[in-house]
């Protein structure tokens, strides 16, 4: 964990690590992932997702109340089971609209007893509710993501699109009314590629509406 600048406590790396031994296990079963080895899944599942945690913790800094977070089209809970059990403050809901993948979100929320954790089986655009952050991995170019989550997010809410490659394609094709306030690029130790964090939100005048 020192890799990526974190320092997790013994029953949050007990609680990383049965995650992917119930990935791992109910992977055939569930298609959770198109990886099979377990080395893989470290490197390119939870390494990836770990990456992620110190730029949100940072956004997190400023709240005053525990927030919500929507992880779209989250499969088998990537990143959303890791960043509930990183962030014990954080109200994780994952959707997905595969029932199993839904189901198997509950499951890992019942098995490492995280009662912040929701698995949500629905599209995410009839999801009712709203949340301070949304974000995705591998879910839908940047346009789709904000198009059919925008009900969703709550006013002063925040996108947090994980992506490989700096994507200046979807980034010019974002709405008029949506802007990317912040890139950062990630360090993923053990992954060979490119990873980034686009941090997109409404514009100030399009809060109220």
């Known amino acids: 964990m020192e890799?990526?600048?974190?320092?997790?406590v013994p029953e949050q790396l007990s609680q990383l690590a049965r995650y992917m031994g119930l990935l791992s296990h109910w992977n055939a079963t569930y298609n959770l992932t198109?990886?099979?080895?377990?080395?893989?899944?470290?490197?390119?599942?939870?390494?990836?997702?770990?990456?992620?945690?110190?730029?949100?913790?940072?956004?997190?800094?400023?709240?005053?109340?525990p927030l919500k977070l929507l992880d779209v089209g989250s499969g088998g809970g990537l990143p959303?089971?890791?960043?509930?059990?990183?962030?014990?403050?954080?109200?994780?809901?994952?959707?997905?609209?595969v029932g199993k993948k839904a189901a198997f979100i509950r499951q890992v929320a019942a098995e490492?007893?995280?009662?912040?954790?929701?698995?949500?089986?629905?599209?995410?655009?009839?999801l009712p509710g709203q949340y301070d952050v949304i974000t995705s991995r591998a879910f839908?170019?940047?346009?789709?993501?904000?198009?059919?989550?925008?009900?969703?997010?709550?006013?002063?809410?925040?996108?947090?699109?994980?992506?490989?490659?700096?994507?200046?394609?979807?980034?010019?094709?974002l709405p008029a009314d949506v802007e990317v306030f912040h890139v950062e690029h990630l360090q993923v130790p053990g992954l060979d590629a490119e990873r980034c964090l686009i941090w997109m939100r409404l514009k100030p005048a399009q809060q109220s509406l």
């Open 140 to 173: 839908a170019s940047l346009d789709d993501f904000v198009s059919l989550t925008r009900q969703q997010l709550v006013p002063g809410g925040v996108w947090m699109a994980m992506k490989g490659k700096l994507p200046d394609d979807e980034i010019a094709a």
């Open 3 to 8: 890799a990526v600048g974190l320092s997790l």
């Open 80 to 97: 959303g089971v890791v960043l509930a059990i990183c962030c014990p403050n954080l109200r994780v809901s994952c959707v997905d609209t």
């Open 34 to 65: 198109a990886l099979r080895s377990a080395p893989d899944m470290l490197s390119h599942h939870l390494a990836d997702c770990l990456a992620v945690l110190r730029p949100l913790m940072v956004h997190l800094d400023d709240a005053e109340a």
């Open 112 to 126: 490492l007893r995280l009662p912040h954790l929701r698995g949500e089986h629905a599209r995410v655009e009839q």
